[in-house]
């Protein structure tokens, strides 16, 4: 495994359980869900293209697939365009009470999307408030379900990436180069299109990717507001949990043209987005007053109008929190009863998703700050699997991803053995230990392995595996700019690697690492795909408790749960603020 002479120190055993640990929960899953795509329930065992060929041959699956790709597309599309231009008039022009603009735009992106799916229903919907109103006058406003209801949440919800994207990477474009510009003649649009676009488009490449993705593996929103309009991620979710019965062999299929997909569509961006733009940031821009009145009046209204909308789900689940619900129909009276029963009722829920949070991120940012350190000091070609690896979880769905933790360990066994004297005393009556992914409970005469399927231990696995690569990314993009020469100096004096990395050069990566952790905090919290398909009654979350309570109706409780991980979210946001000084919005 080493080459010979090679020295086994700190560093190597970290990338050794690094290793091991993305092998156990994402390599082996993903190879055991491709095993599973290419079997068939008829003929398990054997190789077979049964599944793909009942998929390419039933309209519905494929339909499913034109559906996703569709308004995946058009909402990268119209995403793109509409945070793009937030961004440049934000970056460029002195837009009147930007600070509580951006407040806005952070609590509309940190909220989670199917929170507004259901308040687009609750106040466009058939019953809905808006609705019912101008119904009263005669005019019948358009369905807000099926495609238009999907596409209006994930363009309204999305935007927001490409504008924070976008938004810092035009900070960084040299003012001197615009006013190069000018002096040539090339003002407005022109200006726009021949110099500011073509250096920020990497930027744009990289924003709309991920908006796809995120789109396309976004199973809440579709659920709720889709009706008929069947996508990908609900029909892996169907099929796993069919009334008939599931069938794992074809969801896996189904999940594997996903991945495929969405691995494309990330390689194509990777190929367009090669060619980048170092800037020298010796005069960076500075917003200045507009002075065309009628484009001042045009741009305030156009950054005011689009925040207004994506903020209104939130604002409009907020009010709903404090208004009385009766099977399922809105009163006009105020209470604080929604907030008693969300305590009474999901209270575990709530308790459930700090447990599992607060575990998940303290593992996340130890171990994400040393698998960095791995990635960029340690080069080799461990370190390179390592870095795929954490690309990974970019490509894989919440839903599919929990699909694969329950195929690989949602079944347990039991046998009998005999251990020598020495380990029944150590075992006493009972011990319990985490193997391969597995509850392992000893006794003295048997061995019990117990499914992982609903515990709280696959959930925190699934969030550690899908939110690791969040902290190891901007852990590792900070480290790149501190200087190899700081570790060589300690090393001078006598340190060695391991007392350097957390005395020295930890402690300079503090604003990567605070970044990166809250990131992974504000998005584990909010995590609803994975968990649906991984817990049970005693491990469910928030997100799941909201989730069923809007199935259900109970759209005032359901509120309340979502304005309390909302308050979490702010709270969050502003300690990121106090911690990095930092009070912009952008990436």
Known sequence: MFKKGYRFDFWSFMTVVSLVFFGLFLIYPVIHLVMNAFQSVENPGHLSADNFIRFVTTPYYRGAVWNSVKVTFIATILASVIGVSMAYITTNFKIAGIKALNIAIIMSMFSPPFIGAYSWILMFGRAGAITKFFANFGIDLPPIYGFNGILLVFTLHLFIYMYMYTKGALKKVDKSLDEAAESLGDHGLKKILKISLPLVTPTILSGGAIIFLRAFADYGTPRLIGEGYTTMPVLVYNEWLSEEGGDAFFASSIAFIMIFIAIVVFLLQMYFSRKNYNMSMLNPPVAKKIKNPVGAVFAHLYVYLVTFLAFLPVLYCVMLSFREVRHGIIQT????????????????????????????????????????????????????????????????????????????????????????????????????????????????????????????????????????????????????????????????????????????????????????????????????????????????????????????????????????????????????FRLTGNTDVDM
């Not at 200087?483 to 391991?498: H, K, R, W």
């Open 333 to 576: 009276t105020w209470t604080l009863d929604n907030y008693v029963q969300a305590w009474n009722k999901m209270g575990r829920a709530i308790g459930n998703t700090f447990k599992y949070g607060i575990i998940a991120i303290v593992v996340i940012v130890v171990f994400g700050t040393m698998f960095a350190y791995i990635t960029v000091r340690r080069k080799n070609i461990f370190s390179r699997i390592l870095d795929a690896c954490a690309q990974m979880p970019y490509v894989i769905s919440g839903t599919i991803f929990g699909l694969m933790l329950l195929i690989c360990y949602n079944t347990g066994f039991s046998f009998q053995t005999t251990f020598s004297p020495d380990m029944a005393a150590r075992i006493a009556n009972e011990r319990t230990v985490l193997i391969l992914g597995h509850v392992i409970v000893l006794t003295k005469d048997a061995v019990n392995i117990l499914a992982l399927g609903g515990t709280g231990t696959i959930i925190i696995l699934s969030y550690i595996v899908r939110r690791l690569p969040y902290t190891l990314r901007s852990s590792a993009s900070i480290l790149r700019q501190i200087s190899p020469s700081i570790d060589e100096a300690s090393a001078s004096l006598g340190y060695s690697s391991v007392p350097t990395f957390f005395k020295v050069t930890m402690p300079v990566m503090t604003p990567g690492i605070v970044s990166g952790a809250i990131l992974s905090w504000i998005t584990l919290i909010q995590e609803l795909s994975s968990t649906l398909m991984l817990y049970n009654n005693r491990t469910a979350t928030i997100t799941v408790s909201m989730f069923q309570q809007v199935s259900k109706g109970a759209y005032g409780v359901a509120s309340a749960l979502a304005t309390i991980l909302m308050v979490v979210v702010v709270l969050s946001m502003l300690l990121f």
